[in-house]
């Protein structure tokens, strides 16, 4: 079975202050994508990324930067310089099935805060 | 600008009634989708849908039904069976035939059943 584990529930930091949010992951599929969702208050969710499982090149958009590990199975999020914009709930997924794309395991979700 | 539209935000149903809530896309895409979020749970499938006029269970089916009569539209029932209505709807889309294609979600219904 599919899982996603974001352990995080809430983080709080002051603005300007790094943030890295955890994601672990267990999949039995050898091809598989990663993904991240913001999720401000509006509810709406937004993408941000996504990573497919033969790809584990790190990334920076910005101030965000991922971190793909296949050995620990981990796709770490770090937001740099936070602003209270940034606050939000953020989730990790995870592709499953093969029948249809948009099957997605989500995490629980992590609650950023940033305070001025 | 493109887009996926879910009305009404806010909705407020006594228990034991059907409710029906909206999704329609603009983005031209064939698979929708309904998830529903609830506090600390992140998000759960209910129902998709990769064509028109067909559909598939996601993970928690029961007590849901939809329809797929038109590509633009993808409608989720509430049916009195559900046992714990009470939970942010989101319905969302994406290109079939791209296995890598990102899922657009709309803003959400928040259904409240009392």
């Known amino acids: 079975a599919q899982k996603v584990t974001q352990a995080q529930t809430e983080i709080s930091v002051v603005e300007k202050e790094d943030v890295t949010l955890d994601c672990v992951y267990e999949?039995?599929?050898?091809?598989?994508?990663l993904f991240w969702y913001k999720q401000p208050p509006s509810g709406e969710l937004v993408f941000l990324i996504r990573r497919n499982s033969f790809d584990e090149q790190n990334e920076i958009s910005g101030r965000y930067s991922w971190n793909f590990q296949k050995s620990t199975s981990s796709f770490n999020f770090t937001i740099t310089a936070s602003q209270v914009v940034d606050s939000a709930v953020y989730f990790c997924a995870l592709s499953k099935g093969t029948d249809s794309w948009g099957k997605l395991q989500f995490g629980a979700g992590t609650q950023v805060v940033v305070t001025p | 600008d493109g887009g996926i539209t879910q009305s009404p935000k806010y909705l407020f149903r006594k228990e034991g009634q059907n409710v029906t809530l909206s999704c329609e896309q603009n983005l031209n895409h064939d698979a929708m989708y309904w998830y529903r979020q609830d506090p600390g749970q992140g998000l759960r499938l209910i129902y998709y849908?990769?064509?028109?006029?067909?559909?598939q269970k996601g993970d928690i089916a029961e007590g849901y039904s939809v329809s797929r009569e038109k590509k633009e539209s993808f409608p989720l029932t509430v049916t009195s069976a559900q046992k714990n209505p009470t939970a942010f709807y989101l319905c969302?889309?994406?290109?079939?035939?791209?296995?890598?294609?990102?899922?657009?979600f709309g803003n959400g219904t928040r259904l409240t059943v009392t």
């Open positions: 969302a889309s994406s290109p079939s035939d791209r296995r890598d294609s990102p899922l657009h």
């Open positions: 999949t039995r599929d050898t091809t598989y994508y």
């Open positions: 849908s990769q064509i028109v006029n067909d559909f």
